[in-house]
């Protein structure tokens, strides 16, 4: 196994001492104190698991990063499955996270050697403190705000756990991938996150003593495109909601190994009641949590949940609406509300549909334009919202703007073509209505909304007089944003 610490000269240039870290050595001199530390039985893969995961979050440390390097090292095995003994690679590293120093390095940052050889958890906690020591390194650069929750701002910390040596550089051909970029797939095969390709970096060779050590010259990356925090460090009350980048919806089961009893769209807004649970593979590395959604309960994949500052509001059902509630929410266009309902049937006003279409696409207000609807007063809530909506041709064509007025279904078309023409595809067939003849003058918007799948009521009646209510308006406009995908 590739050394994880340099010489000690280089060692002292990179990375802070770990002697303040750990308790004085224990002496393994006699058979009585190795009973004491040797692990009393072989762990299941659950129970490793475990250990690591907890390890992980002692250390503030991604579980998901812990569990890929005790993969990528030893495939999660403290004993070698043969002889029984602990694993001990040709360069000295010891166990399941392969800690590789010399006696003189373990003695003088209190290490116990023979507690790493005979003790898992041991093992883990020791490998979980150098990564995090990594991490700390002021050497290594920083990837963007250095949130230690994302898993991608881990990356030099994680080279660094195996050996800054040109065998992790990325920039060289290699003959096998270099040991961060293995544990970063690990991650996304084992852990089931979409985890980001990491862009180009610069890396240099100043030390002619040492001619194989990496140096960074650019010490800051901002990269904006990568940012996956990690899915397995939720704690009870927390809301997240559902996200699976295989499928189009995520398994809600009836426990932790147990059979699926939902389906449920994405965007579903979920409680977290207790976990983490894992799951006894040593390939799986998600782990399972117990969710609610008002009545609905179960249990569903870390891989499938992100978190999100949501309210789960009590009148909305698991479905389609609450899903779209939910990812309106996430991009700040709806609020929560002190009784946590949202009156999902109630028809939605003008003002509220103009409001949330300004602030979504991020429109202001034309130098020196003044409002030509004489029907809302400058004194009345949201008046430049519906100043803005009427300056740039969203409501307004009549010459009133009717804020408090019901929006029926045709106005929804019209106001969300005038919003979104650049975005739509224009339509190269025509649908059929069996209430909206070609001749109606909302038939063009209705058309095109249903040519882009906004809405899937094609061939059937789409009730063009009819109020829209939040819910549906919440649907309609949630499908329109995603066009942007």
């Known amino acids: 196994m590739n050394k994880k610490l340099i010489s000690s000269m280089l060692a002292f240039a990179l990375i802070f001492s770990m002697s303040s870290m750990f308790n004085a050595t224990h002496s393994f001199a006699d058979g ?19 250990m690591l995961h907890e390890s992980a979050l002692q250390n503030g440390i991604p579980p998901e990063i812990l569990k890929a390097i005790a993969f990528i090292e030893t495939g999660m095995q403290q004993y070698d499955a043969t002889t029984g003994n602990p694993i001990i690679a040709t360069d000295g590293g010891i ?25 898992t958890r041991y093992n883990i906690e020791i490998g979980a403190k150098i990564l995090k020591e990594k991490w700390n390194n002021p050497n290594l650069p920083k990837i963007n705000d250095k949130n230690p929750q994302t898993i991608e701002n881990w990356y030099f910390a994680i080279m ?60 800051e990356y901002n990269w904006p495109t990568i ?68 009545s609905t309960k179960g249990y569903i994949a870390s891989s499938n949940v992100r978190g999100g500052n949501l309210t789960i509001f009590k009148d909305v059902p698991i479905g389609e609406s609450a899903s779209a509630i939910a990812y309106l929410q996430l991009k700040n266009l709806i609020s929560t509300t002190p009784d946590s309902l949202f009156k999902p049937n109630t028809p939605i006003l003008r003002v ?32 430049e919202e519906m100043m803005i909506a009427e300056a740039h041709g969203i409501l307004g064509k009549d010459g009133t703007i009717r804020p408090n007025g019901h929006l029926t279904r045709a106005q929804m078309a019209a106001i ?17 209505f069996t209430d909206v003849p070609p001749t109606n003058w909302s038939y063009n918007d209705i058309n095109t909304l249903a040519f882009n799948k906004i809405t899937v009521t094609a061939n059937g009646p789409y009730r063009p007089n009819g109020d829209v209510t939040r819910s549906q308006f919440a649907l309609f406009l949630m499908r329109t944003m995603e066009l942007r995908n």
């Open 32 to 50: 009585e104190n190795l009973i004491v530390y040797k692990d009393p039985k072989i762990y299941t893969n659950t129970e490793i698991k475990t």
């Open 227 to 294: 940012g996956m925090k990690s899915t397995q460090m939720w704690v009870k009350g927390q809301t997240v909601y559902t996200l699976n980048n295989q499928l189009t919806y995520s398994k809600l089961r009836d426990g932790v190994n147990g059979a699926e009893i939902k389906q449920l769209p994405h965007y579903t807004p979920l409680q977290i009641v207790s976990g983490p649970y894992e799951v006894d593979s040593s390939n799986n590395h998600y782990v399972m949590y117990e969710v609610s959604n008002n």
């Open 160 to 219: 660094a756990y195996n050996g800054l040596s040109k065998r992790n550089d990325p920039t060289r051909p290699q003959e096998q991938r270099p040991y961060q970029e293995r544990v970063l797939e690990a991650i996304r095969n084992n852990g089931l996150l979409p985890i980001s390709t990491i862009p180009s970096v610069t890396i240099s060779y100043p030390n002619s003593d040492a001619p194989d050590l990496m140096a960074f010259p650019v010490q």
């Open 352 to 383: 509220e549909a103009a409001s949330m279409l300004v602030k979504e696409l991020g429109l202001t207000l034309p130098a020196g334009y003044k409002m030509k609807a004489t029907d809302m007063k400058p004194t009345e809530a949201n008046y």
């Open 416 to 432: 969300l073509v005038r919003a979104y023409d650049k975005l739509y595809t224009t339509p190269t067939t025509n649908v059929s």
């Open 95 to 119: 166990g399941m996270m392969q800690i590789t120093m010399t006696d003189e390095q373990l003695q003088a940052q209190g290490i116990d050697k023979e507690k790493l050889k005979w003790n």
